[in-house]
């Protein structure tokens, strides 16, 4: 009779999770601030480390499944071999376990070291004028500025736009290839015959312009003061900061609305007294002279410029390049920040930013709204938009004076440049329109304005060396991009700017966010689009703020 062999009882492996004492050392370690922007990069390496450890506890485990050769064969690491996925019972249920107990971990570990610390970003100096930093301290007058223009300024102008040179549209194809040149001819007759600049230089001197030094460069700004105040009250400082191609003049609409809202209809609850800066290299503010000036050197100077007003406290508001701004300010200063409000939000370093690749369907289980998911879906269109939206970024993040030369030359090839975002990025379907749908949300004066301000002070290469500084050391490489804001913050999103931001997003970066509202309608240039859904979304948070 053969005998029975007697089975060897295996001992049971226990799994070595990372030491407990080594793993909260190494939690330290990350949470501190000069090792936070390597997080993802350690939970990715604790991730493997994991579920090496897990997966060594299991009989004829499988190693690298992802990378298998085939759909249906698998490698059983550690010695295994190939073998079929039949050949393995129950494999698949253990894998989909393994790989959800690490990612839970993972998260977990994530919530852990990043969760709202109240760090602040280093204030700092900087000198950005010509040449060395005199001994000398710094004028700090506060100067009277006037636009102004002169007859060989427009005569300039005319002479140029008389020479353009144009290159027939293709057929149908309206604004899809960008700026259609048979609108073009409309406006460059009615620049050249019917525009007034001196007119419209009158318009931007009705608000009073000022002129002063700042880590050596001149900056600009308008300061509107309340015509009237109600009994008892002071009126609220807020700094409201433009984007690009945008200007300090995108703010003319909504300025009576803050600082005098009784007499526009509203009430009088809310009084603001309006500071409007150019940033630097932009308009009449003067350009840096030296590499390396980027949202954080243009927010310690605006601070500085509140300081010089005289306000130690208060608000502040910002779309595109200004929501930017304004953020790193309060990142600097939260002590100061008495509120902030934004239009748009720059929140790639966002771990929720992940769920927006797993589809509409799983949305929900991420906390989005059916609003959110109709403006992010289909996922497709939306990344497309992105796409086709976002190839000046790459230019002008990368050599920006070379499109700058011509740009700077060109009056006619200055317009259609800046006047396709005032299209496209306004309304997305406004593509589809022979006219680009232009003059649905804006007057021909009001946007030669822009572009009059641009071409007059000669700042359209200054303005996009913005971009290289900010965007060219590569995404999520600042500092800032990985702290969070600790001021009260609110946000308007607006249904047709270029990416939508949900609340989820936006409360990840901005945890003290009070108020969250889906605006009816508008895009990318807030204030200059919709002055009115702005400034009630304005005077909301406001009301909620003074409630806490």
Same mark, same amino acid.
């Given at each position: 009779? *053969? ?37 993802? *990069? ?14 060594a506890g299991i009989p004829k485990h499988f190693g690298s499944w992802f990378l298998s050769p085939g759909p249906r064969t698998h490698f059983y690491g550690r010695g295994g071999a190939w073998g079929s996925e039949e050949s393995r019972p129950g494999r698949s249920g253990v894998m989909w376990l393994e790989i959800l107990l690490a990612s839970v971990l993972g998260f977990v570990i994530y919530w852990f070291v990043s969760k709202d610390k109240e760090e602040t970003l280093l204030l700092g100096d900087g000198w950005w004028g010509p040449g060395s930093r ?20 427009? #005569? ?17 194809? /309206? ?17 050249? #015959?019917?525009?007034?600049? /001196? ?5 931007? %001197? ?14 600009? &700004? @308008? ?11 002071? *009126? ?62 243009? +927010? ?27 953020? %790193?300010? +309060? ?25 927006? &690749?797993?589809?509409? /369907? ?52 200055? +317009?259609?440049? @800046?006047?396709e975002k005032f299209s496209t990025w306004t309304n997305e379907e406004f593509r589809d329109l022979e006219d680009g749908g232009l003059e649905r949300k804006f007057s021909l004066d009001e946007l030669l304005t822009v572009i009059m301000l641009y071409w007059t002070t000669g700042t359209i290469t200054s303005s996009q060396r913005f971009y290289k500084e900010n965007l060219g050391q590569g995404v999520m490489a600042n500092k800032h991009e990985a702290i969070k804001v600790h001021v009260p913050t609110g946000f308007a999103a607006f249904p047709s700017e ?9 409360? %990840? ?25 702005? *400034?009630?979304?304005?005077?909301? &948070? ?7």
């Amino acid at each position: 009779m *053969a005998k029975r062999q007697k089975k060897k009882k295996k001992k049971k492996k226990k799994l070595n999770f990372p030491n407990q004492s080594v793993l909260n050392n190494e939690l330290l370690e990350v949470g501190n601030s000069s090792h936070t922007c390597n997080l993802q *990069a350690w939970v990715f390496c604790l991730f493997v480390d994991c579920v090496d450890k897990v997966t060594a506890g299991i009989p004829k485990h499988f190693g690298s499944w992802f990378l298998s050769p085939g759909p249906r064969t698998h490698f059983y690491g550690r010695g295994g071999a190939w073998g079929s996925e039949e050949s393995r019972p129950g494999r698949s249920g253990v894998m989909w376990l393994e790989i959800l107990l690490a990612s839970v971990l993972g998260f977990v570990i994530y919530w852990f070291v990043s969760k709202d610390k109240e760090e602040t970003l280093l204030l700092g100096d900087g000198w950005w004028g010509p040449g060395s930093r005199p001994a000398a301290a710094e004028d700090e007058s506060i100067r009277p500025f006037k636009v102004e223009t002169s007859d060989e300024e427009i #005569n300039d102008l005319h002479q140029r736009i008389e020479k353009f040179r144009l290159t027939p549209p293709l057929e149908d194809s /309206r604004f899809h290839y960008g700026f259609n040149s048979n609108y073009l001819k409309k406006i460059i007759s009615y620049w050249r #015959n019917t525009f007034d600049w /001196r007119k419209q230089v009158e318009v931007l %001197n009705k608000y009073p312009h000022f002129k002063t030094k700042i880590e050596g460069l001149d900056i600009h &700004f @308008i300061h509107v003061k309340p015509p009237q105040l109600p009994s008892g009250r002071t *009126a609220k400082p807020l700094l409201m900061v433009h984007g690009w191609p945008g200007c300090f003049y995108e703010f003319y609409k909504i300025i009576p609305l803050l600082t005098d809202p009784k007499n526009h209809g509203l009430s009088d609850e809310h009084v603001f007294e309006v500071i409007c800066p150019s940033i630097p290299g932009y308009g009449f503010s003067e350009a840096s002279s030296k590499k390396g000036f980027n949202s954080v050197a243009a +927010a310690r100077i605006f601070y500085k410029l509140m300081l010089r007003l005289g306000f130690q406290e208060f608000y502040l508001q910002g779309g595109d390049w200004g929501s930017l701004i304004c953020t %790193n300010m +309060a990142q600097l200063v939260p002590s100061h920040v008495k509120g902030l409000h934004l239009n748009i939000a720059l929140v790639l370093r966002n771990v929720y930013i992940l769920t927006f &690749f797993l589809g509409r /369907r799983l949305g929900r289980l991420f906390g989005y709204t059916e609003r959110d998911l109709e403006l992010l879906y289909p996922f497709k269109k939306t990344f497309y938009t992105l796409m086709r939206e976002s190839g000046y970024m790459h230019i002008q993040s990368t050599k920006p004076d070379t499109v700058g030369c011509a740009l700077n030359d060109s009056p006619v090839g200055l +317009a259609a440049y @800046i006047l396709e975002k005032f299209s496209t990025w306004t309304n997305e379907e406004f593509r589809d329109l022979e006219d680009g749908g232009l003059e649905r949300k804006f007057s021909l004066d009001e946007l030669l304005t822009v572009i009059m301000l641009y071409w007059t002070t000669g700042t359209i290469t200054s303005s996009q060396r913005f971009y290289k500084e900010n965007l060219g050391q590569g995404v999520m490489a600042n500092k800032h991009e990985a702290i969070k804001v600790h001021v009260p913050t609110g946000f308007a999103a607006f249904p047709s700017e270029v990416l939508h931001c949900p609340e989820k997003w936006v409360k %990840n970066k901005y945890p003290k966010l009070i108020s969250y509202s889906y605006m009816a309608r508008g895009g990318h240039f807030a204030a200059f689009e919709e002055p009115e859904l702005l *400034a009630q979304d304005i005077r909301k &948070f406001m009301g909620l703020l003074e409630q806490q």
